[in-house]
Every structure is written in structure tokens, then in C-alpha cells.
């Protein structure tokens, strides 16, 4: 079964840890993408990767890091420098820019809770 | 600006009810694209359309059929005799494709379909 893979599904942490999500993808895509989700309302991208070894920031990168060491997996760093890390982490994977802006396939998510 | 409005924050409808959802985007390039997604209480964002921006002809997928009018910038979606399954957060979505990937989020409308 062709997909992406979050884990886990909800993670609690204290505040100054840092806390590792995980996403692999098995659909042979380029390009990954970590979305973070507050309650009521759209996605607003962390980072993105459109190959190996290569990401850029997206519109709320600080306090996260990122890699891309292999195809596959697109693990995302949620700092202790990142100010409300609470929310809903979603990864998403698509076919990359060539020949246009692709749709993304979305993982089940990981919520993430600091106190 | 490069932005994506869905003005319809929550929308409850009945069962068998026809129920439309707007999204107005906003951008100066004339190449972009726009996707449809669902997302259920479970969380997964899941992709449902795929639109060019030379492409007008309106698409029809079982009870799902979408109206792209660039006149006005907008790409409504309607379902048709909704089911209690369409409960879901919609969400549309703008992509562009000069200086750099970027896919814009509206911030999603909420469908209760009551039984």
C-alpha cells in the first residue's frame, strides 16, 4: 500500500525539549512538505524539500529544522526556540514542480502537545 | 497579493440537501493552479480536484462538480444530495509556480451534514 506515514499520532513533550516527527513515503515522490494546523484554521507551510539533500523555509520555519537524507523520509524538528508548538503537524508529498504545481497526498498527521 | 478566501467559515445543511462552497483566489500570474481537498475528523487531508488555470471546463465526479469562472476568480465546489460522510473541512487551494513553489491554503469551511 502505496502512502505516508506519521508517527505517532499524538506526542506530549515539556516545554525546552526538543521532539522529532517522523514522515516516510513510499510513493516515490520528489518533493515533501511539513504543514503545521491551529484549530480553526488552514495549513501554513514549515518547510519544503523538492529533493534530496535540498529544503527551503516556508512561511513559519523558525524554531523547526529540517533534513532530507533520503527520498523517503522528511523528519521535522520542533525546537525548544519554536515559541507555541502546540498544534496539528501534517507532512504531505507530491510529484515535485515539474510540469506544473501537483496535488499532495497527506499523512495522518501528529499532534503535538507541549505543557 | 496572492491569497485564497473561503468567506463560509461553518455550513450545516441536511441530508439530500444540495450545498455549495465558495473559494475566491486571488493572483497577477496567469499561470497557477487550484485543488479542492477533504479533510475528515480523522484528520488526513485528502485530494479531491486539480484544476489548471487554462482550463475552464467545469468537472463533474459523481456528486461532486466544480465551477471554475476566472472572470471572477473563483472555483465553488457543490455536492450534490449531500451524505452524512460529507462532513468534513473543505479546503481550497491556490498553486504557483514562478520564483520558488508555493501552494496557499484558504482557511477551509466546515461541513456538518446532519442526518
Not at chain 1, 505516508?4 to 515539556?14: D, E, G, V
Amino acid at each position: 500500500d502505496g502512502g505516508i506515514t506519521q508517527s505517532p499520532k499524538y506526542l506530549f513533550r515539556k516545554e525546552g525539549q526538543n521532539v522529532t516527527l517522523s514522515c516516510e513515503q513510499n510513493l516515490n515522490h520528489d518533493a515533501m512538505y511539513w504543514y503545521r494546523q491551529d484549530p480553526g484554521q488552514g495549513l501554513r507551510l514549515i518547510y519544503y524539500s523538492q529533493i534530496v539533500n535540498d529544503f527551503q523555509k516556508g512561511d513559519i520555519a523558525e524554531g523547526y529544522s529540517v533534513s532530507r537524507e533520503k527520498k523517503e523520509s522528511f523528519p521535522l524538528t520542533v525546537t525548544s526556540a519554536q515559541k507555541n508548538p502546540t498544534a496539528f503537524y501534517l507532512c504531505a508529498s507530491s510529484t515535485g514542480e515539474r510540469e506544473g504545481v501537483h496535488e499532495q497526498y497527506f499523512g495522518p498527521g501528529t499532534r503535538l502537545t507541549v505543557t | 497579493a496572492q491569497k485564497v478566501t473561503q468567506a463560509q467559515t461553518e455550513i450545516s445543511v441536511v441530508e439530500k440537501e444540495d450545498v455549495t462552497l465558495d473559494c475566491v483566489y486571488e493572483t497577477r500570474d496567469t499561470t497557477y493552479y487550484l485543488f479542492w481537498y477533504k479533510q475528515p475528523p480523522s484528520g488526513e487531508l485528502v485530494f479531491l480536484i486539480r484544476r489548471n488555470s487554462f482550463d475552464e471546463q467545469n468537472e463533474i465526479s459523481g456528486r461532486y462538480s466544480w465551477n471554475f469562472q476566472k472572470s471572477t476568480s473563483s472555483f465553488n465546489f457543490t455536492i450534490t444530495a449531500s451524505q452524512v460522510v460529507d462532513s468534513a473541512v473543505y479546503f481550497c487551494a491556490l498553486g504557483l509556480n514562478t520564483g520558488g513553489f508555493k501552494t496557499i491554503f484558504g482557511a477551509g469551511t466546515r461541513l456538518f451534514v446532519k442526518a
